[in-house]
């Protein structure tokens, strides 16, 4: 598989690429949708952009491809919405910063200096690292 393009999240005023899929965990209980690839690069078929505010993870906009590579938006999964609390997502996010230290051609397997890791339950930040890669 292809190295994926990363998604944005927003957080502490800084615009910031993570190596998580935020919207994958809510994906799967909706078996209505199907995206279909963009690109190899981008084999979930779609693209999010999130924002850490007041410790709270929200989709503040979103781009996705369906059969036929028709394009829709934010509101194809949440009609009437301009963002959406991520009350879903218990997991944790990557962010790779610092120099790339090993190139893994599959995923988000690359290796840089650090990663930020946040840890979310139920959509809220509760606690955040920094993993040094160095070593």
Known sequence: MTAQIKEIVF???QRQLMATEPLSSYLKNRKD???VFHSTACWRGYLGTWEIRDRKLFLIDFKGWLKGHNEVDLSY????????FADW????????????LKYVH??????FEKDLIL??????????EIQDNTS
């Open 89 to 100: 997502f218990n997991e944790k996010i990557r962010i790779p910063h610092g120099k790339m």
């Open 119 to 128: 840890n979310f339950k139920k959509g809220v930040l509760i606690n955040e």
């Open 77 to 84: 999964l949440f009609p009437e919405k301009n963002e959406v």
């Open 106 to 111: 599959l995923g988000y397997e690359s290796v």
């Open 11 to 13: 957080y502490k005023g």
């Open 33 to 35: 949708i199907d995206f």
